[in-house]
């Protein structure tokens, strides 16, 4: 099998015009190579002590998705439905980011998301007690 070097077609043998099927179409027979997108459900910013759910969804039904954080590997989850989701909980300002995800099939990596800004901000649940209040 050959890997063309800058794009997702392999062919029997290099320079054979016959045969050049897509990695995406030869794992999904969907037309087009696969796109990935990702969201926070809900959308919006997050206040301290929020949850949310950050989405990422793709066209196809098999492999994996990976969610990058700062561009380092945080979580990997299973398509399933053509989503995969991560939940942030209890949010601090630690989960504020630049947030991407990869959909991952067969090893290889057939689409990356746009990256998708988290803010944590605004008035969370947090009490912090003030001087000569007495808790």
């Keep these: 099998m050959y890997l063309h070097p800058t794009s997702a077609f392999y062919s029997p043998s290099p320079g054979s015009p016959r045969g050049?099927?897509?990695?995406?179409?030869h794992l999904c027979p969907c037309a087009?190579?696969?796109t990935?997108?990702?969201f926070l459900?809900?959308?919006?910013?997050?206040p301290p002590g929020g949850s949310?759910?950050?989405c990422c969804s793709c066209q196809?039904?098999?492999?994996?998705?990976?969610?990058?954080?700062?561009?380092?590997?945080l979580r990997t989850r299973e398509l399933q439905d053509g989503r995969a989701e991560f939940p942030i909980t209890n949010a601090?300002?630690?989960d504020a980011g630049p947030y991407s995800c990869h959909y991952v099939a067969g090893g290889t990596v057939l689409a990356r998301s746009e990256?998708?800004?988290?803010?944590?901000?605004?008035?969370?649940?947090?009490?912090?007690?003030?001087?000569g209040i007495r808790l």
């Design 20 to 25: 050049l099927l897509s990695v995406w179409q």
């Design 32 to 34: 087009g190579a696969p």
């Design 36 to 38: 990935i997108s990702i």
């Design 41 to 46: 459900k809900p959308p919006g910013v997050i």
């Design 52 to 54: 949310t759910i950050i």
């Design 60 to 73: 196809g039904d098999e492999g994996n998705v990976v969610l990058y954080k700062d561009g380092k590997q």
């Design 92 to 94: 601090t300002q630690k």
């Design 115 to 131: 990256t998708l800004e988290v803010m944590v901000k605004g008035e969370g649940c947090a009490v912090t007690p003030s001087r």
